[in-house]
T-cell receptor
């Protein structure tokens, strides 16, 4: 079946850029999403990209999509302590609106 | 900002008791999802409704779990009888699915359930 894979941890220094990567297998994905989960909270939609786009930028966030390699990345510029969270990648394919989720990448900020 | 509202936020109860979790989707959204999150399994889809009709509940243990939408503003997830292995965070999400495009799913803050 379809699968979404992410590294479990990423550690960066405050002020540096963070790049969180995700690979997926479903070639019929229409939308790809990034969600952020802070401790004790729900999943907050950060951004999403339609599969016919290569890039989307929103303030400090840049999403890159390589459809040929089925690779999605989220770049956070000038990483702050408030960016500490788990970041989930998800993709939707087909018409049933269900999402296939990655396991989440925990972003750790070093001072 | 419109939000998905879940109640209760926390629930601690003894094994064998009935547990009911409630969700108020964002007004105007036509799809509702129930997820369960644990450290071991991550995020699992339990059930999914569109226009109040259940479309997929294959992720839900049928013998003890039930999900309903009595009306467009309320979704419920019940566990009866509850077991310690049901301890998890249960999330509700809602979205708007259309013929030509799908809007992202928006999540509530979850119900943290502990079964003793």
């Amino acid at each position: 079946g379809e699968d979404v894979e992410q590294s479990l941890f990423l550690s960066v220094r405050e002020g540096d850029s963070s790049v969180i990567n995700c690979t997926y297998t479903d070639s019929s994905s229409t939308y790809l999403y990034w969600y952020k989960q802070e401790p004790g909270a729900g999943l907050q939609l950060l951004t999403y990209i339609f599969s016919n786009m290569d890039m989307k930028q929103d303030q400090r966030l840049t999403v890159l999509l390589n459809k040929k390699d089925k690779h999605l990345s989220l770049r956070i510029a000038d990483t702050q302590t408030g960016d500490s969270a788990i970041y989930f990648c998800a993709e939707s394919g087909g018409s049933n609106y269900q999402l296939i989720w990655g396991a989440g990448t925990k972003l750790i900020i070093k001072p | 900002d419109a939000r998905v509202t879940q109640t209760p936020r926390h629930k601690v109860t003894e094994m064998g008791q009935e547990v009911t979790m409630r969700c108020q989707p964002i007004l105007g959204h036509n799809t509702v999802f129930w997820y369960r999150q644990t450290m071991m399994q991550g995020l699992e889809l339990l059930a999914y409704f569109r226009n109040r009709a259940p479309l997929d509940d294959s992720g839900m243990p049928k013998d003890r779990f039930s999900a309903e939408m009595p009306d467009a503003t309320l979704a419920t997830l019940k566990i009866q009888p509850s077991e310690p292995r049901d301890s998890a965070v249960y999330f509700c999400a809602s979205g708007l699915q259309g013929a030509s495009s799908n809007q992202p799913q928006h999540f509530g803050d979850g119900t943290r359930l502990s079964i003793l």
